[in-house]
């Protein structure tokens, strides 16, 4: 019996398995991008912005996973609030915390952005919840073209930023956003169908030479602006950063102040998901054609001496495709996203997220409504991490704690796969792979991929090598996935378990199934 069932797993094997060898650099590639340890950073939606932080209290599930990532890398992610809402907020100075008015939940849309929110001081000072240390940028509202609400916000939140509880937990606002996704007004109702860039940029001169009077933002401040936030690109005279360049904003006395650009992404925008849609997510082409349509804009913006991020994104609009972007194989879509990302001259990546949202990687608050579908659930869900969170946690490991690991892109010869060096002080100290291929519950056989490590230069190179997984059943589980064994999915949000490793020589390489990543660390 024994041997018969052996029998069929190597038969099972031979089909399904293949071996690959991939050519590592045991010292850094020239050119070889800075790694910063908060590449994958958060986005929250501004409406129900005090269900992260805590209203009156800190939210302890919130602060516990952000502190995780700052324990591992020794900066917590940054983080910015704002989004869809920032255009839809008042400011009045009577209001604690938020007054906020939802419209309807519906099936596709089980938690929806407020269409009206009213905020005052308190609402901004529940920053102080974050971890130490923490980077905030926050956006006001340009959507409704009220410079009063503006001024208002910008002078709050620079309050809040002064105050003593944030500047002794060194919580920083690094940046004002002033508008979200300003590129869309011209249909979304906020402007005219007319709206252009030239329109845009004298209207964001006007907004930002009040802010930053209202923030103190100036030359020698820490603050600074945030500039763009478009939800897309059309690379020339539409809302592009070439766009507003040419029209001058960089030369205004405000926009000498603007010192990063950011620009959206979504892969997509699917409101039923499928499990074909879950295998279009994860492949290794369409990740890199996402991000590589922004190239021009990127170089744009570098060529002006100006930092470039994602400020907002994640895997498909309608906060997620059900079945997908709360699915396990988004947490390998997302750790291929964002490690992407900096190779191309992206430096931050922040992950969009709002209460009940599919595409979370954090749900802070207890839900009472299906994030799916919208129907009532039998008991109220307690705060709790998805599966993407996983990917924050595996990215920071292989980024480390020194803040200036470099990383890049290896070269590897398989469609599915898709791997990156990690180097400190010039040496190489991790690989992580990423097996793309979506094992799905119907699936009936797991592929598995045999990797050799090759090494470009023979001399002075490790012998041994640590291999750590981050373990998934399925691509379309919605929970169960362990990194070295552990789990994150706590009541507290902290790790939980006994860390399993195993080591191995480097000439014996190590395999990679389907839906599945790898972190070696060479000793
Ligand atoms: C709030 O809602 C009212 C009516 O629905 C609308 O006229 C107003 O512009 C909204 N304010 C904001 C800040 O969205
Ligand atoms: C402009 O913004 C202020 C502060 O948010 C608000 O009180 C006022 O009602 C707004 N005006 C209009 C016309 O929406
Ligand atoms: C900014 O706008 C507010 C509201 O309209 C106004 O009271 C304030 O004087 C303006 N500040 C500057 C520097 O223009
Ligand atoms: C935007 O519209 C204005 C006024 O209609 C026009 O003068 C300007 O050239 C337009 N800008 C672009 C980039 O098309
Ligand atoms: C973005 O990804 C989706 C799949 O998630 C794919 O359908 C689409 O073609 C990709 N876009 C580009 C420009 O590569
Ligand atoms: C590699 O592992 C072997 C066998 O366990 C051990 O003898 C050797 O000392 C290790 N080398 C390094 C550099 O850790």
Redesign the pocket.
């Known amino acids: 019996m024994h041997i018969c069932y052996k029998l069929k797993h190597l038969l099972a094997l031979a089909h399904l398995a293949s071996a690959l060898t991939v050519t590592i650099p045991a010292v850094v590639p020239s050119g070889a991008p800075v790694i910063s340890p908060s590449l994958l950073s958060l986005s929250l939606e501004q409406d129900r912005w005090p269900d992260w932080s805590g209203a009156t209290s800190r939210n302890d599930f919130f602060f516990n996973t952000l502190d995780n990532l700052n324990q591992i890398t020794g900066q917590p992610p940054h983080i910015r609030i704002g989004a869809n809402s920032e255009d ?3 400011f009045n100075p009577n209001v604690q915390f938020a007054q906020a ?1 939802f419209p309807a939940a519906s099936a596709t849309v089980p938690y929806p952005e407020a ?3 009213t905020v005052g001081n308190s609402y901004y000072l529940t920053a102080r919840f974050l971890p130490p240390g923490t980077h905030v940028t926050w956006g006001v ?1 340009f959507g ?1 073209n009220n410079i009063t ?1 503006a001024f208002l916000e910008a002078r709050s939140i620079s309050d809040a930023f002064n105050s003593p509880a944030l500047k002794s937990a060194g919580i920083v606002l690094d940046f004002i956003e002033i508008g979200n996704e300003p590129d869309l007004y011209r249909n979304n109702g906020l402007r005219s169908s007319s709206y252009n860039s030239t329109q845009y940029t004298q209207e964001w001169i006007r907004f930002a030479e009040n802010v930053s009077v209202a923030a103190g933002i100036s030359a020698t401040s820490h603050t600074k602006f945030i500039g763009a936030s478009f939800a897309g690109s059309s690379h020339g005279a539409g809302f592009s950063p070439q766009a507003i360049f040419s029209a001058g904003i960089l030369d205004s006395a405000p926009g000498k102040l603007m010192s990063t650009i950011s620009q959206h992404r979504y892969s997509g925008s699917f409101c039923s998901g499928s499990e074909g849609l879950l295998q279009d997510l994860m492949t290794k082409a369409t990740i890199r054609g996402n991000l590589s349509t922004f190239s021009p804009d990127i170089a744009a913006t570098r060529q002006r001496g100006l930092d470039y991020v994602l400020g907002e994104t994640n895997s498909y609009a309608c906060h997620g495709a059900p079945g997908v972007s709360n699915s396990a194989g988004a947490a390998l879509w997302t750790l291929d996203y964002v490690l992407f990302a900096p190779q191309i001259g992206i430096s931050r990546v922040f992950f969009h997220e709002g209460v009940g949202f599919k595409y979370n990687l954090i749900q802070p608050a207890t839900l009472t409504r299906s994030t799916l579908d919208g129907s009532s659930l039998p008991a109220p869900l307690p705060p709790h991490v998805q599966p993407q969170y996983y990917a924050a946690i595996v990215a920071a490991e292989a980024i480390g704690s020194t803040g200036s690991s470099q990383a890049v892109e290896l070269s590897v010869d398989d469609p599915t796969v898709s791997g990156y060096a990690f180097f400190e002080g010039g040496k190489l100290v991790r690989a992580l792979f990423i097996n793309l291929k979506a094992f799905l519950a119907s699936s009936a056989t797991r592929g598995v991929v045999h990797v050799s490590l090759g090494f470009a230069e023979t001399s002075t190179r490790a012998s041994n090598i640590t291999i750590k997984r981050l373990a998934i059943e399925h691509a379309d589980d919605t929970s169960g996935l362990t990194w070295g064994g552990q789990t994150y999915e706590t009541s507290n949000g902290r790790k939980s378990g006994t860390l399993m490793t195993s080591t191995g020589s480097i000439q014996s390489g190590f395999d990679i199934h389907d839906t599945e990543a790898v972190l070696v660390t060479f000793h």
């Open positions: 839809h907020t008042d008015i269409t009206n929110i509202n409704q609400a």
